[in-house]
């Protein structure tokens, strides 16, 4: 077998459609006959629902239907949303209703659905329904949900905890009683959103004649979504079919299923009609789920040569209203803290409490951002306090690739023991500072102060469990044409999933890269899927492929021996030929194959042929396989505005062997930029009574294209042994580390000024305050 | 029913002539009257971008402009750049140096970058950067769309030099 696309900067073949305007995302796709969904949604934090009168509403132009909870069907009605992800240790497992039911408790619930012929007369038709609220007390800062007396997010619930739970290993308690230096850090740390630039949506077309249901949605994980549709509709789950067309961006929102998927799916089938939800950026800021406020207060044990001896504290995370995915961002935080250092001990109690505000589920990185910036923060302390070099305090810390497999002692998210499977630590820290010119950073760095500038530089090292299960398959099949079409359950919302898999697939079955088309996100395409979400498809879905890929070309072996008169050692498979060696090259091609693989009709199969040149494999990785890297970040602190501009990053990365480095580097490249957003732009507010303050790109602000520079990415591959092609996730690994490296290096810009930031974002005029505490104006004003 | 006006607007070298409501944006047009989906709709406000067209030769915000203003205008939409059936160099750039990942902000930037090429067939990097501040973009980080744009701008050159 010839590897020639493994590993190849091969250019993706999803872009021509996308860059000539022939994407079909699915505001893209239009059925005849389509009525158009607006959704009424609370304007209140917490609030009864007295009454609601829709009579008005449905008088107005172009109506056809105004469904409130009372109009839908028991079950719908009665039943919250499916938890996905329960845990023993929630107190309460509490999801949303389809529509609200009695109460709403946060800004942005639906109450009601009008559906008209189109979009326009809908949003009329929304100003028209009155609802009698009794507004109630609603919890907005997570810290005051647990103070005595608080108001509760639910009002039949008598706590705001939704679960506390402790993640521990080692003697922690005798690690702190004896360590010479103890570090105690208070952090606050905020994420936003996804803000993935196409908003969510749903198109749904009843089939009257079949019974039949198909969704196009802009869905991460069309299996899961058509599971929990099928339980909320009482229908069979074969009825229903769901594809994921093209979809502009993720990055966790969208693995979500949503409550508005499902009444959006009733209305078609109740009207008959094809009926189309598409959330406005309004409704995103306010009902996309997101990530928010976590709470640390945690310290760190060393002995005087700054090795650690133990870590410990607690920390508080902010669910929102509901918990659609449980509890799995506070737990990966927690087990993602220890991260690539020898921690002998660790003691951390989480508190997972509501709030009146849309619920926080993954958003790329899920949890690690904030774990990694807990502990960089801490380290980055210890070397402060100890007048170590950061980076040489790291890498006296570090597990060693000899250690490896390395036991952490907790369990992780995917209910295994977190054993590290490989990784090299130092390497991935070496490359990233030699990018960074760290060693002459000091000469840079006095030259600035010399010409009365502030540049600093930071470092930050993560490890993240990706690849998480519990399958994905890939179906290979070579059609008579000759071409080889390849299924999957994996998605793409911009990832280049389609060339990922075709570049494994095509070196397996020995074709060209071209001849395989690749259909994912359809449920339709193959039975059992999962979806993507914790960098898990390269891992997932290219394992599958790769294997499907080997029985395939066994199964073409095997036939083109047969028909070539040759012993299999004879031939190779080539463009899509199988071309015997000796003579003139006797050659059959895969189309012609592929007929034979079916036999004629009435006649019997040859013994031992298979049928259909075709293999499903299902491929359910053991555990998490585990990438790494360090980032090094080089910024210059404008000390009169607070502003950051970031002069230099370099990142070391290792995930494991790389498919394709163009694919891999732009996500790392992008995940970098989301991290710059969660580090210094990114913070969605809401005032005291949970109301949202910042729901316009002008409130909420993403990363520009004068934010970001260039990364200098070096690879580390160590390959994973837990899979058939080596690899490790690489869609989060960009953002991980980089709040905890920028906060890192801008208080090393300041170290005149001896600041020190514990929280992200970190805005300009928290810097500019911070300087003004410290009096830097007084000294610098000239 | 609500009152209508009839407009008379070139789309990428076709004359359509509608009946629209005052209040239908140029997107809305552009998308569901005339079926050119490949303008999209990111925030509808005015700063992400996805949308942006041009409009006699510069470039606007599809969602911020009503259709009615378009009466007797001329404009291009991404559908409206590829040539002869074929991507034109911009387009080609963007594949060659990984200038989108899902590609949904990709028509807007495109527009853009076709308006600054125009404008300036020589431009920095910073001004690039400038140039795309007017969009954004959640998956690439901007270095692909930054390295096709000067890639671009470098083949332009070249052609122009030989020519």
Known sequence: MGVKNFGARVSRFEDVALVSGKGRYVDDIHLPETLHAAFLRSPHGHARIKSIDTSAALRCEGVHAVLTADDLPEQMRKQRMPLLLPNSTMSTLRTQHSLAVEEVCYVGQALAIVVADSRYLAEDALAAIEVDYEVLGAVSDVRSALAQGAPRAHADLDSNIVSEFVMKYGDVEAAFASAPHVFREELWQHRGGGMAMETRGVLAQPDVMTDALTLWSSTQTPHIARRMLAEILEVDLESIRIIAPDVGGGFGPKAIFYPEDAVVAHAARALGRPVKFIEDRREHFLCATQERDQYWNVEIAVDNDGMILGVRGDMLHDTGAFVPWGIIMPYIAGATMPGPYVVPSYHLACTVAFTNKVATTPVRGAGRPQAVFAMERLMD?????????????????????????????????????????????????????????????????????????????????????????????????????????????????????????????????????????????????????????????????????????????????????RTLGLPESEIDLEDGKAIGRGGNRPTVSFGELARAAQGMPGFSMESDQPVGLEHTAYFAPPQAAYCSGTHVVEVEVDIGTGAVKILNYSVGHDCGNVINPLIVDGQVQGGVAHGIGNALLEWMQYDENAQPLTTTFADYLLPMATDVPICAIAHVETPSPLNPIGVKGAGEGGTIPAAAAIIAAIENALSPFAVRFTETPLMPDRIVRALERAGAYGEHAA | MTKTHSISVNINGKTYTRDVEARMTLADFLRHEIGLTGTHLGCEHGVCGACTVLIDGRTGRSCLTFAVQMNGRTLTTVEGLSVAGGLNPLQQAFQDHHGLQCGFCTSGILMSLTELLSDNPDPTEQEVRETLTGHLCRCTGYAGPVRAALATAEQLKNIKGAA
């Open chain 1, 381 to 561: 302390r210890v070397a402060h306090e100890l007048k170590l070099d950061p980076a040489d305090l790291r890498r006296r810390n570090y597990i060693r690739p000899e250690q490896m497999p390395y036991s952490v002692g907790l369990i992780f998210r995917d209910g295994k023991p977190l054993i590290y499977d490989s990784g090299d630590y130092p390497r991935g820290h070496d490359a990233a500072l030699e990018l960074a010119r760290y060693a002459d950073f000091p000469r840079r760095q006095a030259e600035a102060t010399a010409n009365g500038r502030f540049i600093g530089i930071g470092l930050a090292s993560y490890v993240e469990g990706t690849g998480l299960g519990p399958f994905e398959g890939v179906t290979v099949r070579v059609l008579p044409s000759g071409k080889v079409r390849v299924t999957s359950g994996a998605t793409s919302q911009g990832q280049g999933t389609r060339t990922t898999l075709a570049q494994i697939v095509s070196d397996q079955v020995g074709c060209r890269i071209e001849d395989v088309t690749v259909t994912i996100g359809d449920t339709a395409g193959i039975a059992n899927g999962v979806g993507a979400f914790a960098s898990r498809l390269a891992v997932n879905a290219g394992s599958s492929a790769s294997i499907a890929g080997t029985h395939v070309r066994a199964s073409i072996m095997k036939l083109a021996a």
